[in-house]
Structure formats: structure tokens, C-alpha cells
């Protein structure tokens, strides 16, 4: 059973930083593509970012691009999405999620069939 624990949401203002965490568990973590996900109050849940089996392709939203690194360690079964410029329109609950029978990252939601509870992201102005 493959369990996902986001940690590192917060309180941040409006330029600032906050490096998000997605720990794996119960499979082999090298096998899976990954990704990150957000769902504001409201609105419905969008994708962010998402990364290869490998970790050496990447895709990313269009709104994040330029400001946000999404990344892997496959020797700690972690991923990771590191957020910088942060805005108030980045305001949301962020959740990471597996696709396992991808190997390049995707998109779409759903290809991803494990998630994790979700990490809140608030960017005051």
C-alpha cells in the first residue's frame, strides 16, 4: 500500500519561500512518476508540477514556471517542490500524488492513483 505524507505548508508573505516535502512509502519510490497538485478554497484542483521515474524531466504549470522546482531523492524516497516568489494566488491545500503506470511526468489527474492528505499554503499580501 503506498502511502504519501506532504509536510513543509506554513504561513509565508507575499515574495517569500517554503519548500515542500512528499514522503513515500510501501513500493519502490524510483518506479513512479510523480507529482504535485494544489486545490484553492472554492476552485477545483489544478496541477502544478510533476516529475519523471528519474527525475530528469519535468513539467510544470504555467502559472508556477520560472518560480517553483519540483525535484526527487530516490535514495530517500522523498520529492519535493520548492517555492520561491511566492504570490496570494498560490494560496491552497498542496497534495502529492503517484502515477504508476507513467514514466514521464504528467498532467493529468487522473493518471495518479495514490495522493496524500495535503499540506496548506497561505501567502499573505
Known amino acids: 500500500q503506498v502511502q504519501l505524507v506532504e509536510s513543509g505548508g506554513g504561513l509565508v508573505q507575499a515574495g517569500g519561500s517554503l519548500r515542500l516535502s512528499c514522503a513515500f512509502s510501501?513500493?519502490?519510490?524510483?518506479?513512479?512518476?510523480l507529482g504535485w497538485f494544489r486545490q484553492a478554497p472554492g476552485k477545483e484542483r489544478e496541477f502544478v508540477a510533476a516529475?519523471?521515474?528519474?527525475?530528469?524531466?519535468?513539467v510544470y504549470a504555467d502559472s508556477v514556471k520560472g518560480r517553483f522546482t519540483i525535484s526527487r531523492d530516490n535514495t530517500k524516497n522523498t520529492m519535493y517542490l520548492q517555492m520561491n516568489s511566492l504570490k496570494p494566488e498560490d494560496t491552497a491545500v498542496y497534495s502529492c500524488?503517484?502515477?504508476?503506470?507513467?514514466?514521464?511526468?504528467?498532467?493529468?489527474?487522473?493518471?495518479?492513483?495514490?495522493w496524500g492528505q495535503g499540506t496548506q499554503v497561505t501567502v499573505s499580501s
Open positions: 510501501g513500493r519502490t519510490f524510483s518506479m513512479y512518476a
Open positions: 500524488a503517484v502515477a504508476p503506470l507513467r514514466i514521464v511526468p504528467t498532467t493529468r489527474a487522473g493518471d495518479y492513483d495514490y
Open positions: 516529475i519523471s521515474r528519474s527525475g530528469g524531466s519535468t
